[in-house]
C-alpha cells in the first residue's frame, strides 16, 4: 500500500545524507539568519518525527525525551543547548528510523490507514493515520530536506544533487 511512499522516503534518506556530509556538529548549528532551520535543528527533528511514524506503526519512541521537547512542534533551532548528540547521532537516529519504518509498514492494511488520525493540530490535512504516514514519509522530509538545502546556500556551500 505504501509502496511508492517507501522510495520516495529512501530517495529523502541518501538526500538527506547528501546534505549533512561534511558538516560539523560545530557548524550544524549555525543560523546565518533568524528563522532559518539549522542543520542541527532539522536532524533532530525528522529523528523525532521516524519516532512518532514508528508510533504510529505501534512501536516505542526510541530517542530520548529531551530529544521530542528540544527538536518537536513549536520548538525553535538554537534552543537545543541541553542536547548532547552530535550531528552524527542525530542522523543515525534518522536513519535507525528510516529502517524500522521501511521493514514495519509493509505489513500494515487498509483498515489500519483508514484509522482517524491521532494528531488533532495535522488533521485537518492529513485526516487518516495513512494519510498522516505519507505525510511524514515524504512531503514532511522533503520540506525539511529544502530548507537544509537552502541552509547550505546561506552558508556558501555547494549545491547537493539528489540524484
Not at 51 to 64: F, S, T, V
Not at 96 to 111: D, F, K, W
Not at 145 to 158: E, I, T, V
Request: aromatic letters at 8%; glycine letters at 8%.
Amino acid at each position: 500500500m505504501f509502496a511508492r511512499d517507501l522510495v520516495l522516503y529512501g530517495v529523502n534518506q541518501k538526500y538527506l545524507q547528501s546534505l549533512v556530509s561534511g558538516i560539523s556538529t560545530q557548524e550544524a548549528k549555525i543560523q546565518p539568519m533568524p528563522g532559518l532551520n539549522t542543520p542541527f535543528w532539522i536532524t533532530g527533528h525528522l529523528a523525532i518525527s521516524t519516532d512518532y511514524a514508528r508510533q504510529l506503526l505501534g512501536e516505542e519512541l526510541k530517542c530520548p525525551p529531551a530529544w521530542h521537547k528540544a527538536f518537536g512542534p513549536g520548538s525553535i533551532p538554537g534552543n537545543e543547548q541541553n542536547i548532547t548528540a552530535s550531528l552524527e547521532e542525530l542522523l543515525a537516529a534518522v536513519q535507525a528510523g528510516h529502517v524500522a519504518i521501511t521493514t514495519l509498514l509493509p505489513s500494515v492494511n487498509e483498515a489500519w490507514a483508514a484509522q482517524p488520525n491521532p494528531v488533532e493540530f495535522l488533521v485537518k490535512n492529513y485526516p487518516s493515520t495513512g494519510d498522516l504516514m505519507a505525510h511524514l514519509l515524504t512531503t514532511h522530509e522533503a520540506i525539511h530536506l529544502g530548507q537544509l538545502s537552502a541552509w547550505r546556500r546561506f552558508r556558501g556551500l555547494p549545491a547537493v544533487s539528489i540524484g
